[in-house]
């Protein structure tokens, strides 16, 4: 089955800066990679998505980008702030799974006033 | 609300005893998916249903949990003999085929 593997485990940045999260994955058959952000004690929510015919996203402050051929995307946040202090999750999709997601162990970011 | 609904929030049971958590997924949702959360790790797949059928259930899911969804509508996940083991948050999230996935606020489960 698939496997995805997310790096840094915590991300501290002084506000203003941008923080950078990896994912790499091993189905090259994934075609689908969301992020998802979840603050404490509450649900995961899906703050930007890629699929896998796309090698970059962007969302205002929020980036991703896909490199299909090393199996990596990574997540970019500029001009950080306060409350972009969270976990993020990234996530892989196979398409034979019926869009079962693999998440990866989750980064803390903390942004630093 | 619209979005996904996950009852009870928290629950707090004996060891052995059985607990039965339910999921409303956003009504047009055709997936239904339970995923299992512990503290610093991201959700693990547990199972998920196309409509009303299971179609797929991970090796964590041990011969003492069940899921069901009986009407391709609500689900719900019961633990059977429940162990410290099984403390975690459960969450369900919903989705279309091929689509974002939505999640619920989870069930905190503690085990005595």
């Known amino acids: 089955g698939e496997n995805v593997e997310q790096h840094p485990s915590t991300l501290s940045v002084q506000e203003g800066d941008s923080a950078v999260i990896k994912c790499t994955y091993s189905?090259?058959?994934?075609?689908?990679f969301p992020w998802y952000k979840q603050e404490l004690g509450k649900r995961p929510q899906l703050i930007i998505d890629?699929?896998?015919?796309?090698g970059e996203k962007k969302d205002q402050r929020i980036a991703v980008t896909l490199n299909k051929t090393a199996k990596h995307f990574s997540l970019h946040i500029t001009e950080t702030q306060p409350e972009d202090s969270a976990v993020y999750f990234c996530?892989?999709?196979?398409?034979?799974?019926?869009?079962?997601?693999?998440f990866g162990t989750g980064t803390s970011l903390t942004v630093i006033p | 609300d619209t979005g996904v609904s996950q009852d009870p929030r928290h629950k707090i049971t004996k060891r052995g005893q059985n607990v039965t958590f339910r999921c409303d997924p956003i009504?047009?949702?055709?997936?239904l998916y339970w995923y299992r959360q512990t503290l610093g790790q991201g959700p693990e797949f547990l199972t998920y249903f196309q409509n009303e059928a299971q179609l797929e259930k991970s090796r964590l899911l041990s011969d003492r949990f069940s899921a069901e969804r009986p009407k391709g509508s609500f689900s719900t996940l019961e633990i059977q003999r429940t162990e410290q083991g099984d403390s975690a948050m459960y969450l369900c999230?919903?989705?279309?085929?091929?689509?974002?996935?939505?999640f619920g606020q989870g069930t905190r489960l503690t085990v005595v």
């Open positions: 890629i699929r896998s015919n796309v």
């Open positions: 996530a892989a999709s196979p398409p034979y799974t019926g869009n079962q997601f693999y």
């Open positions: 189905d090259s058959a994934s075609n689908y």
């Open positions: 999230a919903s989705s279309l085929s091929g689509g974002e996935a939505f």
């Open positions: 009504s047009e949702h055709n997936r």
